[in-house]
């Protein structure tokens, strides 16, 4: 079992839904919780960053934690077709600078 | 621009050859990181430097590459006798590393390099 997982999808939605992305997790231990956008061909753009649990709302996006479940969420309101990407997740060990990811989940916004 | 550089940005090679690949990272930023990612997959960690100082090394990492950052800014990642296997996309990011709050280790990337290994 890998530590993070992450449904590749992928994941079609028409312009204006909400989306909502999610992992899993195994190891308890992880305590910051990324979520990167990745354009085709280029370097992941960090979107949200999270200590423990909670919520974490910016613009249309809002991230999610619960530790209890090792579950960790991204919420995108009014969806636009220039969302189109894949959406990682990634989780970091307190004390650790290893980051670790999903493998992504593509996603496309139809106009 | 401000951001991570990476140079260059695609490389095509044969199987055999080295391959250097050189990171800026963002102005001020301490820390400084190397991941591979393969098709479909996410970023896999490869190594970080906390400025000159190479801190962790993930067993990815095999005596073929090695990664450098002398003077505790810009870094290269070198690839000795490539393989097919080797056919990645290198990413490089940076992150402040020191400081308050929970954002002084985000990490940011660059655009990655592209090798190809034929």
């Known amino acids: 079992q890998k530590e993070v997982e992450q449904d590749p999808g992928p994941l079609s939605v028409p312009e204006g839904a909400i989306v909502s992305l999610n992992c899993t997790y195994s190891?308890?231990?992880?305590?910051?919780f990324m979520w990167y956008r990745q354009y085709s061909r280029k370097g992941p753009e960090l979107l949200m960053y999270t200590y423990s649990s909670g919520n974490k709302e910016d613009g249309r996006f809002t991230a999610q934690v619960d530790k209890s479940s090792k579950y960790i969420s991204l919420f995108i309101r009014d969806s636009q077709p220039s969302d189109s990407a894949t959406y990682l997740c990634a989780m970091r060990k307190g004390g650790s600078e290893k980051l670790v990811f999903g493998k992504g989940t593509k996603l496309t916004v139809n106009p | 621009d401000t951001g991570v550089s990476q140079d260059p940005r695609h490389k095509i090679t044969k199987r055999g050859q080295n391959v250097t690949f050189r990171c800026d990272p963002i102005s001020e930023h301490n820390r400084l990181y190397w991941y591979r990612q393969t098709l479909g997959q996410g970023p896999e960690f490869l190594t970080y430097?906390?400025?000159?100082?190479?801190?962790?090394k993930s067993r990815l990492l095999s005596d073929r590459f090695s990664a450098e950052r002398p003077k505790g800014s810009f870094s290269t990642l070198e690839i000795q006798r490539t393989e097919q296997g080797d056919s990645a996309m290198y990413l490089c990011?940076?992150?402040?590393?020191?400081?308050?709050?929970?954002?002084?280790?985000?990490?940011?990337f660059g655009p990655g390099t592209r090798l190809t290994v034929l």
């Open positions: 190891n308890s231990a992880f305590q910051y």
């Open positions: 990011a940076s992150s402040l590393g020191e400081g308050l709050g929970d954002n002084y280790n985000e990490q940011f």
């Open positions: 430097f906390q400025n000159e100082a190479q801190l962790e």
